[in-house]
């Protein structure tokens, strides 16, 4: 007799820490190869675009919805794909210098994900921890999930005020009489991450 109500208490227990619990997370690798961000900066004569590879990441996922994550970025890799020749490998050294990202004492950059908003159907609003040149604000953005053969494919479009990771060459924040040389303060990322099989 008491086995058994030994044994139902424990089921009892068991059950209510389940229900009390319900939560199943899975961090699932993105797929470094299939991922990539894309860049655009505008000044006041035009505009520049390009990517950024991944270099690791990894969504975390609660039954199919998102719940977390991060990646980081190559910054080693930055590339710029509207132009071509010598203009392109002078703008990429360029933005790879202490004028802009200073590769060489921060070749990566990160973004992780602080709190997650579901908003049905895919969508979500994302806060995030964004860290560049070694400094971290928060950041907020829109992202969408879909799945496909067990494959998730998350993207988000991220605005980012690069004065507050201390990018500050011709922007108008900090130098006057730039004229046409002024580069607006705020740039694009196209983020895609696919995970792997």
């Known amino acids: ?54 270099k690791e990441g990894e969504l975390k996922m609660n039954h199919g919805v998102l719940a977390g994550g991060s990646f980081t970025m190559d910054m080693t890799t930055i590339t710029v794909t509207d132009i071509t ?35 049905g159907d895919g969508n979500y609003h994302i806060t995030a921890d964004l860290t560049i040149k070694g400094i971290t ?24 005020d690069r004065t507050l990771y201390n990018v500050r060459y011709g922007s108008g924040k900090f130098f006057e009489n730039l004229g046409n040389s002024m580069i607006y303060d705020e740039f694009d990322l196209a983020v895609t991450l696919v995970t792997a099989n």
């Open 137 to 160: 604000n928060s950041i907020g953005f829109d992202a969408i999930l879909k799945t496909e053969n067990d494959i998730i494919k998350a993207t988000a479009n991220i605005r980012v």
């Open 1 to 54: 007799m008491i086995k058994s109500i030994l044994s139902f208490l424990f089921i009892s227990l068991f059950a209510t820490a389940y229900a009390g619990n319900p939560d199943h997370i899975e961090t699932v690798k993105v797929n470094t190869t299939a991922s990539v961000v894309e860049w655009t900066a505008t000044k006041v004569t035009g505009k520049h675009n390009g990517t950024v590879a991944i």
């Open 85 to 119: 020749g010598g203009g392109k490998a002078k703008l990429e050294n360029h933005l790879k210098s202490n004028d802009f990202f200073s590769v060489d004492s921060f070749n990566t950059a990160k973004l992780v994900i602080t709190k997650v908003s579901d908003k």
